[in-house]
């Protein structure tokens, strides 16, 4: 555990510097420079097999570089200050009320704290009803309130979402990007990537696109959808086939 002092340090911006991921030999992400700035909302898009699950997955930590530098404003990753969602939400084999206090439990949180803490998160995403039933015989898109509820108790710097819509029917869809888009008037950074382009239109601040592991346009989101720079961009938003 390090030092008290450190927690209310910003974690943000992460900057990569020509941060590449290779598997075998084979560069899967390449010369990735940007810097993702607090209290912002990155929306990353890109074709199948592009890279944004990697990219996600690399800025949370849950892959390193195998090239460049990853940079975090406070110096180094700091697990409590991160959160990440992903398409297929990850609960535990218990009730929706323990898949909110385990975590809480794990961070150190004492018991009538958490217990506050977990009715306070059932209450404000409508999950009191749910409180007791195994999470993972909720619907899809239960599940992801539940995962999104879970992430939000945690009082993470930043939130990554892979897709986490992307099973989801309209009504729960709507539903998640609400949690998000308040999340985000809270201060949570969110990093996000979607194939939905409403739903980019509709959260994004920034967009970072992806084409082949390559970060080949990262601009606001208004000036992303007004004209992308780059062909593939076009190509991508026109609905067109590219890989
Ligand atoms: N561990 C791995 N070893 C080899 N190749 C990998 C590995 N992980 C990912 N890849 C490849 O890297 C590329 C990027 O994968 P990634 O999952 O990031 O794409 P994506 O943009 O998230 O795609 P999708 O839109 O389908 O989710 C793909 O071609 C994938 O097959
Ligand atoms: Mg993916």
Not at 10 to 26: M, N, R
Request: net charge positive.
């Amino acid at each position: 555990m390090r030092a008290a002092r450190d927690v209310s340090t910003s974690i943000l911006p992460l900057a990569l510097k020509d941060v590449g991921y290779a598997v075998g030999g084979k560069p899967l992400l390449s010369g990735l420079t940007l810097r993702i700035e607090a209290g912002r909302r990155l929306i990353v898009m890109g074709a199948n097999g592009a890279g944004k699950s990697l990219f996600l997955r690399l800025c949370h930590g849950l892959i390193d570089p195998t090239a460049g530098r990853r940079i975090w404003a406070s110096g180094e990753a700091r697990a409590e200050a991160q959160a990440m969602v992903f398409q297929r939400p990850v609960l535990l084999r218990r009730s929706v009320a323990a898949n909110l206090d385990y975590p809480l439990a794990l961070k150190g949180m004492a018991s009538a704290a958490r217990h506050e803490a977990v009715a306070r998160t059932l209450d404000r995403f409508g999950l009191t009803p749910l409180a007791d039933r195994p999470a993972r015989l909720l619907s899809g898109g239960e599940q992801q309130r539940l995962a999104l509820a879970r992430a939000w108790a945690m009082r993470p710097q930043v939130l990554f979402l892979d897709e986490p819509c992307s099973a989801l029917d309209p009504s729960a869809t709507r539903i998640i990007e609400e949690m998000v888009a308040q999340f985000s008037e809270e201060g949570i950074t969110i990093v996000m990537s979607t194939h939905n382009l409403g739903q980019a239109r509709r959260l994004g601040q920034d967009v970072a696109f992806l084409h082949r592991g390559r970060l080949i346009e990262h601009r606001s989101a208004p000036a992303f959808f007004a004209g992308p720079e780059t062909p593939e961009a076009r190509a991508f938003l026109a609905g067109d086939l590219i890989w």
